[in-house]
């Protein structure tokens, strides 16, 4: 078999297919992961290539029977894909915020009959009856069937509101690590680094401080040195004060503004401060207390484990993966990718009992990150080491922190701001 597959043999948690209705498959959240895995199950049914197939080993599914006779139905509370990496941007510019958001249905690649979109929050998933149960916009409670169910719900993050604090200056807090402890997972972030950089660039006469409570930037990243020490060269090279070793106690005054008080005991008095450190909660509430408690996320296929056991049915892709490292759009429509085709692959194995079901293993890319750093850039890739200055900011970035590259590689490529 090839390197990256796994061979499943017929079990119990496979049974064979009873052509009783169509399959169905739920898809909760749709940001980059859950985009990634609905494109992937269309591209599976029309023969079409796999968006990010270049980065596993699909080849066991060339030449597989054809199953066409599947749903997909996406549950997501919004009606629409943010591109949350270029966050920073849609904040500071109010220019750019309509452009980091598209409605599903304005993408003709989503307006399919066999793909359905509700817009509600999911509230339970019961995977023995495998029944997920959601409130709709009018606070209705529903009930959805499903065969097959993947969570890439993802991360919650408080975002700040937009600049408005042109005179007294804003001070950013945080410019590391986030984390959050739900199974020991750990969130990398450069929040802080990318909003102070981005207000500064558009708001060039605004004082712009960054308070960071360690001696480095980007401490705890798995990140060479020169790219910690780049990221600060930058954002100083740009009249950006960044403040190292420094705690922040921030006291609200009755007008607005704010005195930021240091450990040191000086203080500066700001019109507004960005708390670009607060922790990130994974969007899983609907999963039972138990599971929440013990579940595992299977790394090969991205199934679920609980009580050592396989959820047969049930898959995780993005964010809520507990995975360490950098967490990047990029391995979130790597891991939909994979969980889409293996739930393809079961689907294969359901309507073809003498097919053996091969499961895709998914396979982290190398750590790498490019960060957005005001007017400049710095990135780092295995292969290229460390590359900085504002040369990098269109290769890397284009004008819109990536978001044409994103839907390119998802094949996203016709849309229609004025669809409903």
């Known amino acids: 078999m090839p390197q990256h597959t796994t061979v499943v ?22 940001s980059y992961a ?35 006779d599947f749903d ?11 591109h949350s990496v270029g966050a920073p941007l849609a904040h500071i510019s109010p220019a750019k915020t309509s452009m980091m958001w598209k409605v599903y249905k304005g993408f003709s690649e989503l307006r399919r009959p066999d793909i359905d979109f509700v817009q509600g929050t999911v509230t339970s998933i019961d995977p023995t009856s495998q029944v ?31 600049v408005e604090a042109e005179k007294l200056g804003v001070v950013v807090v945080g410019g590391g690590t986030l984390k ?34 360690r001696h480095q930037l980007l401490l705890n990243e798995p990140l060479p040195e020169e790219f910690k020490t780049r990221t600060l060269e930058l954002l100083r090279a740009q009249g950006i004060d960044v403040l190292l070793n420094q705690r922040a106690d921030v006291q609200e005054l009755p007008d607005g503004t704010s005195y930021v008080k240091f450990q040191d005991r000086n203080r500066l008095h700001t019109g507004m401060v960005i708390m670009a450190m607060a922790s990130p909660t994974p969007s899983s509430q609907f999963l039972s207390s138990h599971i929440l408690r013990v579940t595992l ?16 049915r049930m898959f995780a892709a993005g964010d809520i993966v507990n995975l360490p490292g950098i967490k990047l759009g990029g391995n979130a429509m790597l891991m939909g990718s994979v969980a889409a085709a293996n739930i393809y692959s079961l689907l294969v194995a359901q309507h073809n009992p003498s097919w053996r079901s091969a499961m895709e293993r998914y396979v982290p890319m190398e750590p790498k990150m490019a960060l957005s750093v005001g007017n400049s850039a710095v990135c780092y890739t295995p292969g290229d080491g460390v590359k900085y200055g504002k040369e990098w900011v269109e290769p890397m970035f284009g004008s819109d922190l990536g978001w044409s590259k994103i839907l390119s590689a998802l094949g996203l490529k016709n849309y229609e701001n004025t669809a409903l």
């Open 72 to 82: 997909i139905t996406v549950v997501d509370e919004r009606d629409g894909f943010f």
């Open 297 to 312: 996320i299977y790394i090969g296929s991205l199934q679920i484990i609980s009580r050592d056991e396989v959820i047969p």
């Open 34 to 68: 859950g985009m990634s895995a609905t494109l992937t199950l269309t591209a599976l049914k029309g023969g079409l290539p796999i968006p990010f197939a270049s980065y596993g080993d699909y080849s066991h599914l060339q030449n597989v029977p054809s199953v066409q």
């Open 9 to 30: 043999p017929r079990s119990r948690n496979h049974p064979p297919y009873a052509a009783v209705r169509k399959p169905k498959i739920v898809i909760v959240g749709c």
């Open 180 to 213: 959050w402890k739900v199974h020991e997972f750990h969130y990398w972030g450069a929040i802080g680094v990318e909003f102070a950089g981005k207000i500064k660039t558009h708001y060039i006469a605004t004082p712009v401080t960054l308070v960071h409570s």
């Open 132 to 162: 997920m149960r959601y409130q709709d916009l009018e606070g209705r409670s529903q009930n959805l069937e499903y065969d097959y169910i993947l969570i890439s719900s993802g991360l919650r993050r408080p975002w700040p509101i937009i």
